[in-house]
């Protein structure tokens, strides 16, 4: 065990490393770009000016109130995609017939342009944050249904036989069995469906709106107001990577592989002196 | 109907309890042909009674065996318990162990263990006592915690076994419980299988490409044929249960096996051509 173990150790370090020089190397390009000449300071303003004039917005309100409301608008959003798309993924996967008519349909939908419906839904539901939250809503609903389904479809009979043969009632067969058995197809459509949240409740903002980090990006870009428009940019970068963050995170978050490596992490703890330095 | 030997047990006390009237099952394949997997089987199983069913891969022995508890639509005939038509699972009387590892691998083994109550609707307390209860019948009570991958393949299928006892059902049909397993375990797990119905005093049908297990464990072997399966041998063991090991070298258990081996391997043949047959028509087809 000890081998691989260090092995793994260098190789996150050598990873690390990588990553580290490769952002700087970027941000590098970017500030000796803006520095020569070439881009006007007005189409390109340089990295450190960008990150000085959002830390002097982060002193006002603005950034917060529009922060506040983008992650608002993106929770309800990922929740009406969540418990929307596992019902129907549930509901539509423990039929054979219903599956067969409607995976083409949704497939058919997933791979459409949805924006195209969101002037739609602003006309009904105004350009406030309900149009936001059900745009992104449905954006984020197609791949965690699909999923849903998809995984669903392939739970082993060998289970569902088991579990009736146990006397599991249609209702318990579909939450104890279906949706437990199928959970890595299901968080595998979750996690896109937060990012697809994130992108139209922002393209929403962008398109047609009051509030927001879109709506601030696009008024400052009309402005031609480069510094905010670029702080504005780097702070939706930073919420992208916290919800990035925040679903790798719950990505490593399995109650039953925990439970196993804590074991197994017990049960080699004298020498797993090199492993602990990574936790 | 004592000349009828698929309807005496071998002196056992107890009464009928699962009983198959002419039970025949088909299939229609997804190109449209029709399977008959069991044919007209008439059965009668007695209470305490230990049943195997022994016969060629293919012949019809889960089905016959999902058709006794429930788990598969007759096209014909009737199984009956305790004098009820059994049309649907029925997790109170009648409990399953399949070949295939079928613990949930998300699940630990005592919460693997309590499913049964759990869909029951038994309180946590009162399911997880009866649990750890049969896990430690089966001697496995110091893995409640742990999940199925961190158990070897004899290991699953005792929590197999202890998950279909919470149950406390009368009938317990078992499908090759043991066969994806090694000869040794297989030995290991027949006697303790042997012990712990001694202890519950529970029917079991008995499923097993074993002959040796067959023989070990029964008070009857019901040799199935070729397919479309039908009862075609039945081969008591006239020898008091619980048996030891020294039966296993004795001279009844050599005649029995003998006489059960040179009525399969006529079956295994002539499944083996049934099957080639359907191949060849299988790919004519197409
Ligand atoms: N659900 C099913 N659909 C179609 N054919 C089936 C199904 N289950 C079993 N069969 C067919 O019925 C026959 C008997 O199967 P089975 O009872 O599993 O045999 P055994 O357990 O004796 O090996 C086989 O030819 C099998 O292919
Ligand atoms: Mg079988």
Not at chain 1, 5 to 27: E, N, W
């Amino acid at each position: 065990m000890r081998a691989p173990r260090i092995r793994d150790v260098r190789q996150t370090a050598t990873v690390v490393v990588g990553r580290t020089l490769l952002v700087v190397v970027v941000v590098g390009c970017w500030q000796w770009l803006s520095q020569s000449g070439w881009v006007s300071p007005l189409l390109l303003p340089a990295p450190l000016d960008v990150v000085r004039r959002l830390s002097e917005l982060l002193a006002t309100a603005e950034p917060w109130h529009a922060l506040f409301v983008t992650v608002v608008d993106v929770v309800l959003a990922f929740v009406f995609s969540v418990v929307l798309g596992i019902a129907f993924g549930v509901a539509v996967g423990s039929s054979r017939y219903w599956s067969q008519v409607t995976e083409p349909l949704l497939v058919a939908l997933y791979t459409i342009p949805i924006i195209v419906i969101y002037p739609v839904l602003t006309l009904m539901f105004g350009i406030g944050d309900v149009s936001k939250v059900v745009f992104g809503g449905i954006y984020g609903f197609f791949p965690i249904a699909a999923n849903a389904l998809r995984g669903i479809q392939l739970v082993s009979p060998a289970y569902l036989e088991a579990a009736r043969s146990l006397g599991a009632s249609r209702r318990q067969l579909r939450w104890t069995v279906l949706v437990p058995a199928a959970r890595p197809f299901i968080m595998a459509g979750v996690r896109i469906g937060l990012s697809l949240n994130l992108i139209a409740v922002v393209a929403g903002q962008m398109l047609a709106s009051a509030d927001g980090i879109g709506f601030l990006i696009s008024t400052n870009a009309q402005l031609l107001n480069a510094s905010d428009l670029y702080a504005y940019i780097l702070l939706t970068f930073v919420l992208a990577a916290a919800i990035n963050y925040v679903l790798t995170r719950n990505e490593q978050y399995d109650p039953a592989r925990q439970a196993r490596s804590k074991r197994a992490t017990q049960a080699r703890r004298a020498p797993a002196l090199v492993g602990s330095e990574r936790g | 109907m004592p000349e009828d030997p698929t309807r005496s047990p071998a002196g056992r006390p107890g009464s009928e309890i699962l009983t198959a009237s002419g039970v025949s099952v088909s299939f229609q394949t997804a190109a449209g042909a029709r399977i008959d997997a069991v044919d007209a089987v008439d059965l009668g199983i007695h209470e305490g009674e230990f049943v195997s069913i022994i016969g060629p891969s293919g012949c019809g022995k889960s089905t016959l065996l999902r058709a006794f508890g429930g788990l598969t639509r007759l096209s014909s005939g009737t199984v009956t318990l305790d004098g009820e038509r059994v049309v649907r699972p029925q997790p109170d009387k009648i409990a399953f162990v399949f070949q295939d590892y079928t613990l949930f691998p998300w699940r630990t083994v005592l919460a693997n263990t309590v499913m049964g109550l759990q869909f029951r609707g038994v309180g946590r307390r009162e399911r997880e006592e009866t649990a750890r209860h049969f896990l430690q019948l089966v001697g496995l009570d110091w893995c409640a915690g742990s999940f199925p991958a961190e158990l070897s393949g004899g290991m699953q299928q005792r929590v197999a076994i202890a998950r279909a006892l919470t149950m406390n059902p009368s009938v317990l049909l078992m499908d090759e419980p043991f066969g994806a397993l090694d000869e040794q375990t297989r030995t290991l797990l027949g006697s303790e299988l042997a012990r712990i119905v001694e202890e519950t005093g529970k029917t079991v049908v008995f499923v097993t490409h074993s002959l040796a297990e067959a023989v070990f464990l029964s008070d009857r072997v019901l040799v199935m044929s070729a397919r479309p399966g039908q009862i075609k041998d039945v081969v008591e063991v006239p020898a008091q249960r619980p048996r030891d090991e020294s039966f296993l070298t004795s001279e009844v258990f050599d005649r029995l096996r003998r006489r059960i081996f040179s009525s399969l391997i006529e079956e295994v043949h002539r499944q083996a051509a049934v099957n080639e047959e359907y191949r060849r028509a299988g790919t004519s087809d197409s």
